[in-house]
């Protein structure tokens, strides 16, 4: 088993920055990669950023690419999302995850979720 909790969301302007945090506690060591996906209510959660525990490799979605920077804490078994130049198309409630097997990209390929914190870009 493995818990997850994010933390960071808040209501920010366009053009403004927010940092998730997720703690992960329990299994963690069964887990090699970490995802960050969003979701929008009546729309499937959307693939944002992975980052690996040992190397620290990164992907993005190209939405994101450029603006957003995932980063870890492998003493404090926590992993970043760091947000800048915020739009409000990035309005989603945000949620880590523990990558399980398979692609990357696909939400069912994880199955360890945080609660999720909600992030809100106002124009």
């Known amino acids: 088993q493995v818990q997850l909790v994010e933390s960071g969301g808040g209501l920010v302007q366009a053009g403004g920055s927010l940092r998730l945090s997720c703690a992960a506690s329990?299994?963690?060591?069964?887990?090699?990669?970490m995802g960050w996906f969003r979701q929008i209510p009546g729309k499937e959660r959307e693939f944002v950023a992975t980052?690996?525990?040992?190397?620290?490799?990164?992907d993005y979605a190209d939405s994101v690419k450029g603006r957003f920077t995932a980063s870890r804490d492998n003493a404090k078994n926590t992993v970043y999302l760091q947000m800048n130049s915020l739009k409000p198309e990035d309005t989603a409630v945000y949620y880590c995850?523990?990558?399980?097997?398979?692609?990357?990209?696909?939400?069912?390929?994880?199955?360890?979720w945080g609660q999720g914190t909600q992030v809100t870009v106002s124009s």
């Open positions: 995850a523990a990558h399980r097997s398979g692609n990357y990209y696909y939400s069912g390929s994880y199955n360890f």
């Open positions: 329990g299994r963690t060591f069964s887990y090699g990669t």
């Open positions: 980052i690996t525990w040992r190397a620290g490799s990164t």
